[in-house]
């Protein structure tokens, strides 16, 4: 009985965030804060709400531990990308319940697993739990576009109220099947993001004389080429060895594993393939603002990734290298993210034991999120233990993952309830530990 009272306040919860319009730009994530404190304070919980500015509130939400064991942080955002409702069969704010799915932006990623945590916490706390540890939930504005104002700048501000040894918030956990065995994946680590900026030099000039000139665009060209076709030699890290060795039961030479996998499934070769090796991605080039003036100038902008534990550095050789004797200008715009959590600890016993229960003979398997998550302010000055993982066992992984920032998205019923079954077995596993 209690289950079943746990899914019917998921979906309502659920459906009350997806209503609150938090598209970020500009995000509004006060309005998800201020509904999700009656919520929680109704359970008995202590809430606070830190805001850099009025209409842009994170929460957090706490249910004080004995102090004698580590805290564990349900980590989410509140913030979702944009809706073309003109793309939608649903209105995407409705949150409308049809058949076992619940439709609109966000029910993915992530108020989904918002709502899970927070009922999570929330029945926990009501049931009388008192874990050796804190148990934290946190509910992000910002995680979109990342300008500051949200998990970034509360650990920046008031790390205390963030601090947790654990922390388990969004990446993956969708349920695959490669070959004959069941996998959910479990995401341990993220790549950094290191994009860059080439500046190529020319002479200007009328366009109907490009002798006279010295076309910057045309000289950039070149370089564009050369690193769209760049493949650099493939290496494992720690967890992508894992993830092999999981998969096949044993470790090939790194240049056979891609075929490898690809004989097991298609999916596991998906998977692994961005892991090994970094990526360029020129995206964006800029030069001449006037039709018929040579440009003196051309920048171009590379998405480029690194693996976890990778030397910045040493990718910047990699690229001179690879444009070698043409002339350009290099500069690092950004890194942010490449952080890494191990594997062997209690968070991914719990994982697995939740597994067990639910889908027996299922395994956690090792996991890198190619992109970027807020676990990644948590894992670098608290050293927390942080993993991707809310589990997806009834939408079909392809589906779920073409859903996510797109048209049309929903998530099952059934899972979440079972993500909000999952996260009360890891608050109760972890807060059973003693520090
Ligand atoms: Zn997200």
């Known amino acids: 009985m209690a289950v079943a009272s746990l899914r019917g306040e998921a979906v309502e919860l659920l459906q009350g965030l997806i209503r609150l319009d938090t598209v970020n730009p ?17 359970a008995g919980l202590q809430v606070e709400l830190y805001a850099r500015v009025p209409e842009r509130a994170n929460l957090v939400a706490r ?17 979702t990308v944009l809706a073309d409702p003109g793309e939608w069969q649903l209105d995407p704010w409705s949150g409308e319940v049809r058949g076992d799915e619940l439709w609109g932006r966000g029910a993915l990623d992530m108020k989904g697993q918002v709502a899970a945590s927070a009922v999570a916490i929330a029945s926990l706390a009501r049931e009388g739990f008192r874990p050796n540890g804190d148990l934290i939930f946190v509910a992000a504005a910002d995680e979109e576009v990342g300008a500051g104002f949200g998990l970034s700048w509360v650990c920046d501000t008031h790390p205390e109220a963030v601090r947790a ?41 009328h366009a109907s004389m490009p002798a006279i000139a010295d076309n910057a665009l045309v000289k950039a060209a070149p370089l564009i080429q050369r690193l769209g076709e760049y493949r650099p030699r493939r290496r494992y890290v720690a967890e992508t060895e894992a993830f092999t060795r999981a998969v096949l ?35 964006m080039a800029t030069a001449s603002r006037k039709r018929n003036v040579i440009p003196a100038l051309c920048e171009v902008v590379v998405d480029c990734r690194i693996l976890p534990g990778e030397d910045g550095e040493a ?11 043409l002339e350009y200008g290099h500069e690092v715009i950004d890194a942010q993210g490449g952080t890494r959590s191990p594997g062997d600890t209690p968070l991914w016993d719990a994982v697995a034991s939740f597994l067990a229960e639910v889908d027996p003979g299922a395994e956690p398997l090792p996991y890198v999120v190619p992109g970027f998550t807020d676990s990644h302010w948590l894992r670098g000055p608290f050293g927390t233990v942080a993993y991707g993982f809310f589990p997806i066992k009834t939408m079909d992984a392809e589906l779920q993952a073409r859903l996510i920032h ?17 996260l009360r077995h890891a608050a109760r596993a972890i807060g059973a530990l003693d520090a």
Do not use: W
């Open 406 to 422: 797109s048209a049309d998205e929903r998530i099952h019923l059934d899972d979440l309830e079972l993500g909000t079954e999952f």
């Open 26 to 42: 500009p995000g509004n994530e006060t309005l998800a804060a201020d509904y999700l404190r009656s919520y929680l304070e109704e």
């Open 165 to 205: 040894e654990y922390a388990l918030n969004e990446g993956a956990g969708e349920r695959v099947v490669l070959g004959e065995r069941v996998f959910y994946p479990c995401a341990l680590a993220e790549k950094m993001s290191r994009p860059f900026r080439l500046r190529v030099h020319g002479r200007s000039g």
């Open 249 to 283: 039961g044993e470790l090939p030479p790194v240049d056979e594993v891609l075929e490898r996998l690809e004989a097991v499934s298609p999916l596991a070769r998906e998977l692994l393939e961005p892991l090994l090796a970094p990526t360029f991605s020129p995206t």
């Open 315 to 325: 990718v910047d050789r990699l690229v001179h290298e690879v444009l070698g004797e």
């Open 63 to 79: 249910l004080r531990g004995c102090g004698t064991g580590p805290r564990l942080a349900l980590l989410s955002h509140t913030d």
